[in-house]
């Protein structure tokens, strides 16, 4: 298979006019998720809010008939990930990139959560202020701005920080919040001998829709973390989702879907 030809074509601007009948018989015959890019860093973009209030409130109906995750999330089982951290143990948890209602409906029903912070773009930010005083979800925080936050004890990143064009002054950011845990699901790294902190892909199962993001070399983001005083509990390949990384050959090699848990050093 010819994946330098599927690479440049599949990169191109053009396929922003692909009608989604073609994306899915491509993603069905090759399998591509992501292609390399000749970007250094992300393009400037607008996410898409693919969400509303009348659909968020829905999940929250759905929610109370059958108690589970019903919006595709990479860490599915976190309730469960969760309760062996913090057992009956109050705590404060922070989602950042959270999108849907139901994670929250579902860590809030079987762990002990004073309060719960949820960031996002501002319009998803919105939604979820119109839930919290619609159910009077009273644990509930979602922000805008996260300079003035109270002690925070778990920080979950969802398949999320790749998309941050400027995602070391954002952890930054967290860093001075001093959380216990910070905590990656859903994050695409190498660990092939490359000099770069990251490399942007074109994000390809979701065209016509154009989304860039980052790739990172796994060795120098936790020594990032390490310099800023976190150490790296552990690392796994993530079981919630199969993504094809054929394409990257040969190039790269050791490219993996991870979960990866940091501590803060004592």
């Known amino acids: 298979m010819n994946y ?18 073609v994306n899915r018989k491509l993603l069905r015959r090759f399998k591509i998720f992501f292609v390399p890019t000749k970007f250094k860093h992300l393009p400037t973009f607008n996410y898409p809010i693919t969400t509303n209030f009348k659909e968020q409130k829905e999940l929250v109906n759905k929610f109370r008939q059958i108690n589970e995750i ?9 309730d469960i990930f969760l309760m062996k951290i913090f057992k ?14 139901d994670l929250y409906l579902k860590l809030n029903n079987v762990l002990n959560i004073d309060r719960y912070y949820i960031h996002n773009l501002d319009g998803i930010v919105d939604i979820f202020q119109d839930l919290k005083k619609h159910f009077n979800f009273k644990n ?10 109270p002690k925070i004890d778990f920080v979950y990143f969802g398949s999320t920080i790749q998309y941050f ?13 001093k959380p216990k ?15 770069n902190d990251t490399i942007v892909v074109k994000q390809t199962n979701i065209l016509p ?7 990172f070399n796994f060795n120098n983001f936790t020594q990032f973390f390490k310099k800023n005083g976190y150490k790296l509990y552990f690392k796994k390949k993530n079981k919630f989702a199969d ?8 190039e790269f090699k050791k490219i993996s879907y991870l979960d990866f848990l940091f501590i803060r050093k004592n």
């Open 4 to 21: 330098k030809f599927l690479n440049k074509f599949l990169a191109h601007n053009f396929t922003r006019f692909f009608p989604k009948t």
């Open 70 to 78: 019903i919006k595709f999330n990479t860490k599915k089982d976190m």
């Open 88 to 101: 009956k143990k109050k705590f404060n948890y922070f989602d950042i990139g959270g999108e849907y209602i």
């Open 140 to 149: 509930l925080y979602p922000i805008k701005k996260i300079t003035k936050l």
């Open 165 to 177: 064009s400027n995602y070391k002054q954002f952890l930054k950011k967290i860093f001075k919040i």
């Open 181 to 195: 845990y910070i905590f990656f699901s859903g994050t695409t790294c190498f660990e092939d001998k490359k000099v």
């Open 209 to 215: 829709h154009t989304h860039y993001l980052y790739f």
């Open 243 to 250: 993504i094809n990384y054929t394409n990257f050959s040969p």
